[in-house]
């Protein structure tokens, strides 16, 4: 299918653009001029193309867990958000740390996903922090990225060897930066809102403690650290001196990090409960400076679908975690471009070129010519309500149900097919 | 003086007015049920349910006898925790105490939060009897009523919090009201076990016992519950005896006429020696016996506030 889309202001900051031009799509891929007439023609006129987004953090829930999510429900979520590539965590049941259960989510995905889907491999056998998964077999099987997201990895020597094994790889090592022994029982962040609520607290420091340890490490092994998630203005400060030391980390975090404070947990909504979990002011604003200053170099998700029945339990037995897929963009929108902590330009950057760059994904997160023709069409006067019934995703557990956007996706193109409008929905 | 509330989940959320409007319509009921026959019929033909998913004597008796005194019908369910978390929700349960017609539901449980859960999910009005480490209003309110009817007034008075502040609902409760009325209140414990922004709450906090309860008004004793130890939170039942027992010479500091309060249950010889739960000073027998008639104001209150709201809906004047 050839695809023309006419006179659209194209942002594709890999390749430093920003101009009202034509974009040809043909055999799935962007290119610079057509060989025919296009099947569909789309009038660009106040609208903005940019790559198709790449999150880089999600939860897709399959195999294991469908009644919360599966490859189908989540990538048709994903593509009303205007993502094109998820990464999805291997903490399914059974983990992913094996070649099978890769080539599970990759078939799977190929079947009945709406779009790329990249799976993230466990760092040790079982997610259980004592013996290396087999990272070369994940590697050949399709593998971005290796992972023991909410199980993190307590052993400074299993946190060593990995680091050091996947350098040969080219694989980086993402980690959900959390001292166990810490956070303990810890169920929202520890300060004067947990006080208050008599919630136990997780403290900054059981992030920041693995961030030192995971960076000193990456020191020590020369491996690639992507740290998941940040959420206190102390892992910011530790990644960034890092990466003016010169080491090989980079960073990621999700838009309620930025738009959210504890502050939020007065009423125990279940839908405020995440991890890490939401922090102060200064933490946002920190991240804030860390996004502009580079120190951040990816807006993911997390996108942690769980059950209506699971998020109605007492505040301390609910698990962590929400919902994003469907608000990403948006979010970074109103928070961070209006507000002026962004260009659109650099934040585009954030969810395209960076993540593609990091992740060594060849023909993403770009528009160039010979790009995969992965695109997200963007109306920034287009204003919204999002609401609980206009959901794709399988679970509702967002605490942004309500709020009124300006700016958003409107159509998705996967591979050169038009796979969501705002119009006509899941195509 | 008006309450117009449909829940009692926490003395934070009231206001100083609503505060003193509970303690004003405790005062007659004290008087009533301290006679020989001690019903009224306020509470005719409404049923009053006890919810209780962890061990409690007194307050769930404190709370039965408020609600028979006001000739309520009362039922009291004790629920194991371990079957909250395998079992039927919360919500469910709720659910179906109003099925029977509930008006209220009066609920004490280890988990913060869940009064909040109740009051939002259900038409009955909710009283919180104590939920994890959140709080503990009616004991707030209980505390407040005995140190107003021994002192006369709370304002200005040095009121001391001793023992372990962080997982007490108990102190959290006090605190809210004692400085909503104006009290100086002062807490003492471990480093370990005062959260670092309790001074946020406008108290004063002091890790020396002796420095804390110096000329104090009143000295409210919490229960240290053993299991803190083996969280390390302080390193021996031995050494917490040594530092912030309540002793006789330590109490011989305070103001002659202090009070001397405890939540029960005590632990004697430990937080509280038996001198000192034993002196003349201590009104610890009186927080039971006010605690039913500030019970009995609450469950009034919320009852009226709800005929108030019936009528509106039904279109009477009332």
């Keep these: 299918m050839a695809i023309l889309i006419k006179n659209i202001r194209v942002i594709d900051p890999a390749s430093k653009t920003d101009k009202i031009k034509d974009i040809y799509i043909e055999g799935g891929k962007i290119v610079s001029k057509m060989s025919k007439e296009p099947e569909t023609v789309i009038d660009g006129k106040n609208k903005i193309a940019v790559p198709g987004l790449i999150d880089v953090h999600s939860h897709l829930r399959d195999p294991g867990q469908e009644e919360k999510e599966t490859i189908k429900t989540g990538t048709r979520s994903a593509c009303k958000g205007g993502i094109t590539t998820v990464f999805c965590m291997p903490n399914t049941k059974p983990v992913i740390d094996n070649a099978p259960s890769v080539e599970y989510i990759l078939l799977k995905a190929q079947k009945e996903g709406k779009v790329n889907v990249l799976p993230i491999g466990c760092i040790t056998k079982g997610s259980l922090g004592t013996e290396l998964a087999e990272i070369g077999i994940l590697k050949k099987a399709g ?68 961030v ?13 650290l992507h740290i998941a998630h940040v959420s206190t203005e102390g892992s910011v400060e530790l990644v960034r001196q890092a990466k003016k030391k010169g080491l090989r980390v980079t960073a990621e975090t999700c838009p309620h990090y930025f738009t959210l404070t504890d502050d939020s947990l007065k009423t125990f909504s279940t839908n405020y409960k995440m991890n890490p979990p939401l922090r ?12 502009k ?40 929108l109103n928070e961070l471009v209006d507000k002026k902590v962004l260009t659109l330009s650099e934040a585009i950057a954030k969810m395209t070129v960076n993540p593609a760059k990091i992740f060594s994904l060849n023909g993403r997160g770009s528009l160039k010519p010979g790009s995969f023709a992965d ?27 309500g709020r009124k956007f300006k700016g958003g996706s409107v159509m998705t193109i996967v591979g050169g097919k038009i796979v969501w409008t705002v119009k006509d929905g899941i195509i | 003086m008006s309450f117009n509330r449909k829940d009692l989940l926490g003395l934070e959320y009231l206001a100083k007015e609503e505060i003193q409007t509970i303690i004003e319509t405790a005062k007659p009921f004290k008087n009533l049920f301290t006679r020989s026959i001690k019903k009224a019929p306020a509470l005719v033909g409404k049923t009053v349910v006890n919810l209780f998913y962890e061990p409690s004597t007194r307050t769930r008796t404190s709370f039965e006898f408020a609600a028979k005194r006001l000739s309520a019908d009362v039922v009291s369910i004790a629920t194991a925790t371990s079957s909250v978390v395998k079992g039927e929700s919360l919500i469910d349960t709720g659910k179906t105490l109003e099925a029977m017609k509930a008006d209220i539901i009066i609920i004490r449980h280890t988990l913060a939060g869940t009064p909040e859960i109740l009051a939002k999910n259900l038409n009955a009005s909710i009283i919180n009897a104590g939920d994890g480490f959140h709080e503990h209003p009616t004991q707030g309110l209980l505390d407040l009523f005995t140190i107003l009817d021994k002192k006369k007034k709370v304002e200005g008075l040095k009121i001391l919090l ?61 229960r240290i519950q053993m299991e803190r130890q083996q969280e390390n939170l302080f390193p021996s039942v031995h050494e917490y005896v040594e530092l912030y027992q309540v002793t006789e010479e330590r109490l011989a500091t305070a103001k002659p006429d202090v009070l001397v309060m405890h939540p029960g249950p005590m632990n004697r010889g430990i937080e509280i020696s038996s001198y000192v739960a034993d002196s003349p000073n201590a009104v610890i027998n009186e927080q039971v016996t006010n605690g039913i008639a500030v019970r009995m104001a609450v469950l009034y209150l919320l009852v009226a506030a709800r005929n108030k709201q019936q009528g509106k809906k039904n279109g009477n004047i009332n």
Aim: hydrophobic fraction near 40%.
């Design chain 1, 143 to 210: 593998i971005v990225a290796v992972s023991d997201d909410g199980s993190p990895v307590a052993s400074s020597q299993i946190m060593r060897r990995a680091l050091e094994y996947t350098k040969m790889f080219n694989l980086p090592v993402i980690s959900h930066c959390e001292d166990k022994d810490l956070s303990r029982t810890g169920v929202m962040n520890e300060g004067k809102n947990s006080m208050k609520l008599g919630l136990r607290g997780i403290p900054a420091q059981s992030e920041e403690v693995m």
């Design chain 1, 375 to 401: 695109v997200a069409i963007i109306d920034t006067k287009y204003s919204y309500e999002y609401k609980k019934e206009d959901i794709l995703s399988k679970s509702k557990n967002s605490p942004f149900i």
């Design chain 1, 293 to 332: 200053d580079g120190t951040i170099d990816c807006i993911c998700t997390d996108h942690a679908p769980h059950t209506l029945e699971e998020k109605s339990r007492e505040f301390d037995i609910a698990p962590f975690g929400i919902i994003g897929f469907e608000t990403l963009l948006s979010l970074v």
């Design chain 2, 162 to 222: 001793v023992g372990d502040i962080l997982h007490s609902r108990v102190a959290k409760s006090n605190i809210w009201a004692l400085t909503k009325m104006g009290a100086k209140v002062r807490v003492s414990g471990p480093s370990t076990l005062i959260p670092k922004h309790i001074s946020d709450l406008g108290v004063e906090v002091f890790y020396d016992l002796d420095k804390a309860i110096k000329d104090v008004d009143v000295v409210n004793i919490l």
């Design chain 1, 280 to 291: 102060t002011e200064k933490d946002v604003q920190a991240i804030k400076k860390g996004l």
């Design chain 1, 212 to 224: 030192s340890r995971d960076i000193m490490l990456a020191e020590l092994t020369g491996g690639h």
